[in-house]
Nanobody, 123 residues
Framework: EVQLVESGGRLVQAGGSLRLSCQMSGFTFDEYAIGWFRQVPGKEREGVSCINRRAGTTYYADSVKGRFTISRDNAKNTVYLQMNSLTPADTAVYYC????????????????WGQGTQVTVSS
């Protein structure tokens, strides 16, 4: 059974940092992309960053480039999202997701999703 479990979200002050984790299990193949997405109520889900599990190549949305870093630990089946210089605009529920394909930040391409973790940045 495929499972994705996010953790690490909490309340943080503007300018602060957080590291989100996505624990993955149940995947048969090792060639896939893991993405981080975020969503605010009333808005569409937005792609933040993604990483290729095997090659480690990454891609970022312009809104987070230079502030967020995605990484993976294949031995632990975990993907991380290090978020620095947070602003209130980063407040959202953050989801990790997996697709068997190339790096892409379009949510509809992803097949498996976690339940999300809330990140709140206070001003």
């Amino acid at each position: 059974e495929v499972q994705l479990v996010e953790s690490g979200g909490r309340l943080v002050q503007a300018g602060g940092s957080l590291r989100l984790s996505c624990q993955m299990s149940g995947f048969t193949f090792d060639e896939y992309a893991i993405g981080w997405f975020r969503q605010v109520p009333g808005k569409e889900r937005e792609g933040v960053s993604c990483i290729n599990r095997r090659a480690g190549t990454t891609y970022y949305a312009d809104s987070v480039k230079g502030r967020f870093t995605i990484s993976r630990d294949n031995a632990k089946n975990t993907v991380y999202l290090q978020m620095n210089s947070l602003t209130p605009a980063d407040t959202a529920v953050y989801y990790c997701a997996v697709r068997y394909g190339d790096l892409d930040l379009r949510p509809f391409l992803y097949d498996y999703w976690g339940q999300g973790t809330q990140v709140t940045v206070s001003s």
